[in-house]
């Protein structure tokens, strides 16, 4: 059922309801499932906006495998790049290791690709992505995304973990904002 949702100054509306949210994360797990069993992946759930996504996809997996949640801390470069995003919160050695990114939503894709190249340095024997949604009309960079649960067009979406303000982060569903 289409429900309206007011957050602030904005007003949502019932974008992807949770039945179609947890039928795709269902697909991707068993992707993950078949794709990296006897690998022990090592899944880094980027905090705060993959909380739930990182949940449902866990409780569908089979395989041994390990999580650990990580967080991308914005601070104010000096250089000309102006906002750098630095990796805060990894305490595993992800040397020779199977890393599967999990993320809440990519973009414009510079956050993911600045996570790559950060989880990169520390040699890893791969590195994964795995996220809820994607906006390919806004991808800046080239990525590989390995697995992508649903792709939406560049609408601005709260709920099920995403939010506005930090708000929202809460509602099962995803809504759209409609103005
Ligand atoms: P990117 O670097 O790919 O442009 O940005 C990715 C980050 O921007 C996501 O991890 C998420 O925090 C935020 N983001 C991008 N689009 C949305 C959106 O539609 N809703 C919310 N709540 N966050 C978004």
């Known amino acids: 059922m289409q429900q309206t949702i007011h957050i602030k100054d904005k007003r949502f509306r019932t974008f992807i309801p949770e039945a179609d949210i947890l039928r795709e994360v269902r697909r991707v797990a068993e992707e993950i499932n078949r794709d990296m069993a006897g690998k022990n992946p090592l899944f880094l759930s980027v905090l705060n906006g993959s909380f739930m996504f990182t949940s449902d ?36 050695d992800i040397s020779g290791r199977t890393v599967v990114i999990v993320e809440d939503i990519v973009d414009t894709g510079l956050t993911m690709k ?8 520390k040699s890893p024997k791969e590195v994964r992505i795995a996220t809820l949604l994607v906006k390919p009309e806004k991808l800046q960079v080239k990525l590989h995304i390995d697995y992508a649960a649903m792709e939406i067009p560049n609408d601005f979406i709260v709920g099920y973990g995403l939010d506005y303000d930090g708000l929202g982060r809460n509602y099962r569903d995803i809504y759209a904002v409609t103005d």
């Open 114 to 121: 600045r996570l790559i190249e950060t989880l990169e340095a």
């Open 57 to 92: 996809l866990m409780k569908c997996l089979d395989i041994p495998c390990e999580v650990s949640f990580v967080k991308l801390a914005s601070y104010e470069g000096t250089s000309s790049t102006g906002k750098v995003k630095e990796l805060v919160g990894l305490n595993e």
